[in-house]
């Protein structure tokens, strides 16, 4: 058996502005069980990245441990690529942003690596509003040892093995936005449709942007009882919007049908227009949104789309007022003043 996807393709593949076709996007073929959530939300990066004709070996991807964390393995193998150790990739991606603010950052992650051993990485990464794409492939298992609960599995839930989990659940979309993230997006890897439009704002935002998408276990946690199952997301989603992502300078032909309508500027030109269904929702209020995400929980209903988003927050690189060259490319007269500069400094400690 080979995991190595085989070289030949259809001649007549459609190709994007780069002249580059889709599969120059793919990675290695997934090991995952077969039905995975996060084989289509591996899927959805391929199509979000073709679409946004992005330059694969200008987006670095970062993972730590877990099932979540070996799909970088399977999308983008022309990109640049990190796995970390469990619960620790925040902290390679702050550093390696840090050092190349040129690059496109997109972190993977899983409930057991963010919502359990990684929590103090996420909130940091989240409190500096470090410039990456946060995606969690939330299943409220551990797929890797036998799935066991996660910290995402929802109270009164039943396992496969039919214990029934008495901890209430830790919501990372909420938690997110509790701690001033300032693009906070929640899906299901079953709707493409929606994930994908998600994925390409995300990408485009500038600062922390976390989806966190619910991404059934098939072979541990998609069973009656689980509140993660493909059924019971099904059953309960409740949308904020139908949305599009629209790229800069490019004409809108999307339709929709009637209703209120807003569409979010983003910081580069480019935009999202969203086709409101949430009541009483707004995504540039924050606590328009935490309500709204709250009230949907509050009614046994799983919020998806785009929560809440802010265009103004200054990013990490802006906060500290860093160089705009990547550090490998500073010359060794700017990295060595000389004397008198130091001085200088010195004398301004004063």
């Not at 396992?159 to 659940?169: D, H, I, L, W």
């Not at 929640?186 to 994925?199: A, E, M, N, R, V």
């Not at 600062?207 to 493909?230: L, R």
């Amino acid at each position: 058996m080979t995991y190595i996807r085989p070289k030949f393709r259809h001649p007549e593949l459609p190709k994007n502005k780069l002249g580059y076709s889709v599969d120059f996007y793919e990675g290695a073929l997934s090991t995952l069980c077969a039905g995975c959530g996060h084989d289509s939300i591996s899927a959805a990066v391929v199509e979000a990245c073709f679409d946004l004709n992005i330059e694969p070996h200008r987006l670095a991807k970062l993972s730590g441990i877990g099932c979540s964390s070996k799909t970088p393995a399977y999308f983008l193998s022309n990109s640049h690529g990190f796995n970390s150790v469990h619960g620790r990739m925040p902290s390679v991606a702050t550093g390696a942003n840090l050092a190349n603010r040129d690059l496109i950052y997109f972190g993977v992650s899983g409930d057991g690596d963010t919502a359990s051993i990684g929590m103090g990485q996420f909130v940091h990464a989240i409190r500096r509003n470090l410039n990456m794409v946060y995606i969690v492939m939330n299943n409220g298992c551990y797929g890797l040892t036998k799935g066991q609960d996660s910290a995402t599995a929802d109270e009164g839930s039943k396992s496969k093995a039919g214990s029934v989990n008495p901890f209430q659940a830790i919501d990372l979309a909420s938690l997110s936005l509790e701690l001033g993230a300032g693009f906070v997006a929640q899906s299901f890897s079953g709707d493409k449709k929606q994930l994908i439009p998600l994925i390409k704002a995300a990408i485009n935002h500038r600062g922390f942007a976390f989806i966190n998408v619910i991404s059934p276990c098939v072979t541990f946690n998609n069973n009656p009882g689980s509140t993660k199952s493909y059924d019971f997301v099904r059953q309960h989603v409740e949308a904020t919007a139908t949305l599009d992502f629209v790229p800069e300078m490019e004409e809108i032909t999307t339709n929709y049908n009637e209703g209120s309508t807003q569409q979010v500027k983003m910081h580069d030109g480019s935009s999202i227009r969203l086709h409101k269904i949430a009541q009483d929702w707004d995504p540039q209020n924050r606590i328009s949104a935490i309500n709204a995400i709250q009230k949907a929980r509050s009614e046994g209903e799983i919020l998806t789309g785009l929560i809440y988003i802010d265009e103004e927050l200054g990013e990490l690189h802006e906060v500290l007022q860093t160089t705009d060259t990547p550090l490998n490319q500073l010359t060794e007269e700017v990295l060595c003043p000389g004397s008198e500069a130091l001085s200088e400094i010195n004398a301004g400690l004063r």
